[in-house]
């Protein structure tokens, strides 16, 4: 199996039939915001980034779609802008590619919107997170996320890891968390 996790991102979104409010929370370059856009039915995708840089390459990639609404601010500041029920959430965890490898998602202000998230996310909605551990920010945040979701109630969420435990150095991995 020698898919990347983005690959298997994609057919995680591609499994939903119905999307029609979305949000990216980390838009970094625009990757996962356009696949979005272009192969589900979305109505709205809310996209949340911090660096200017990423709007720019988001916007270059994306274009002028009307359907994308960027908001150039930490995704813990969600219930500024999203006022609506969620079918998707997605988050692409660490530094911009190609950016300051510095800058990094925090675990605080993942955490923070995570929470609102799963208020957010309407009956079969779904939080697609990938985590990269394989650098030292990287590591504590895949561990702190780890922990407050081992303490989400299982009855409201069901929780599916995606990892590849023979690869080498802290491989990237994803958790899905859907709403019941």
């Known amino acids: 199996m020698g898919k990347r996790v983005t690959d ?11 999307i029609k409010v979305a949000a990216d929370l ?3 370059t625009g990757k996962d915001s356009k696949y979005i856009l272009e192969n589900t039915e979305v109505a709205r995708l809310y996209g949340f980034d911090i660096q200017k840089e990423a709007e720019k390459e988001a916007k270059k990639l ?3 779609d009307q359907r994308f609404i960027f908001h150039l601010d930490n995704h ?10 969620l079918d ?5 965890l660490g ?3 190609g950016g300051n490898k510095e800058i990094t998602t925090k675990y605080e202000s993942t955490i923070k919107s995570l929470e609102k998230i799963l208020d957010l996310l309407n009956k079969n909605g779904i939080a697609i997170i990938t985590i990269y551990p394989g650098h030292p920010a990287g590591k504590e945040e895949s561990e702190k996320i780890e922990k407050y979701l081992a303490g989400i109630d299982q009855k409201k969420y069901g929780l599916i890891k995606i990892a590849y435990p023979t690869r ?13």
Do not use: H, M, R, W
């Open 26 to 28: 980390t838009v970094g």
């Open 168 to 180: 080498p150095n802290n491989p990237p991995y994803i958790i899905v968390v859907e709403k019941n």
């Open 76 to 85: 813990a500041n969600i219930e500024k802008y999203i006022k609506e029920g």
């Open 88 to 92: 998707l959430a997605i988050y692409n």
């Open 8 to 18: 298997l991102v994609k057919i995680i979104i591609g499994s939903k039939k119905e």
């Open 95 to 97: 530094y911009l590619p």
């Open 62 to 64: 994306i274009g002028d």
